[in-house]
């Protein structure tokens, strides 16, 4: 591996962005692509270069044919996330879950009476308002938003700037009335059919779920079923 190569595939894992590393099998030459960029010596032309990021954008390494030649494709993805806005009684059974799964997950709610280390052992928390945390923590592609709070004040403010995010998923807790009255207030504030159709509301898979170790798992389920529909798409 040429140290250029090296150094780039370091800095990127410090940073938490995604890349893959490509080896052509019969030549050995090598270059680093990312959905923003590609460098090193191996040159791709569009096909397999759309070939390398797909491979990336499922977490898969292995052998790929692409333009009639055979690529080595290694995977450098960091972890999924999953943000949380309400500190509630199934964010309690969701988290462990989530860290179960894979996801590095993050607890938001400014009622630091819910959103206690005793309540979330283990678990990142943050104190601040939704709408400030979700600035800070920048969901991207790889992170699903839940809301599980029922208060506007909270879940509409972190459900707008989610909207406004690359998020792969996006869901909110509530009956069908409640989630008809959560669209209407975020029409009003200039989100169109088509965004507020990205929000999973009631959030979970329909499994009859009932208890908040239930409502978990139908969540859970739901976030799994949607990252990887969107990778094999």
């Known amino acids: 591996m040429k140290r250029e190569i090296l150094d780039r ?19 050995g030459a090598q270059a680093l692509v990312s959905p923003k960029e590609m460098v090193g010596a191996l040159s791709l032309p569009d096909a397999a270069r759309a070939a390398v990021l797909k491979a990336l954008q499922a977490d898969r390494s292995g052998t790929i044919e692409a333009v009639g030649r055979g690529i080595f494709v290694q ?46 052992p283990d678990v990142e928390l943050s104190a601040e308002w939704p709408d400030e945390a979700l600035a800070r923590l920048k969901p991207d592609a790889r992170t699903a938003v839940v809301t599980l ?32 009255a959560r669209l ?26 009932v208890s908040p170790a239930e409502i978990a798992v139908s969540i859970m389920a739901e ?11």
Request: glycine share 8%; charged share 20%.
């Open 75 to 120: 995977s450098f993805n960091p972890p999924p996330r999953l943000i949380v806005v309400g500190a509630v009684h199934i964010a309690q059974p969701l988290a462990p879950m989530a860290s179960l799964a894979g996801y590095g997950v993050t607890v938001v709610d400014p009622r630091r009476a819910f959103a206690s280390d005793q309540r979330f």
């Open 9 to 27: 595939l370091l800095a990127a894992r410090s940073a938490k962005q995604p890349v893959a590393l490509a080896t052509e099998l019969a030549t």
């Open 184 to 209: 209407a207030r975020l029409s009003a504030e200039g989100f169109g059919d088509n965004e507020l159709a990205r929000i999973h509301g009631p959030v979970g898979l329909a499994i009859g779920a």
């Open 149 to 180: 709070t029922h208060d506007p004040k909270l879940d509409d403010p972190a459900l707008a700037a989610a909207l406004r995010s690359a998020a792969f998923y996006i869901g909110a807790l509530g009956s069908k009335k409640t989630h008809a």
């Open 223 to 233: 976030v799994t079923e949607a990252r990887h529909r969107e990778a094999a798409s």
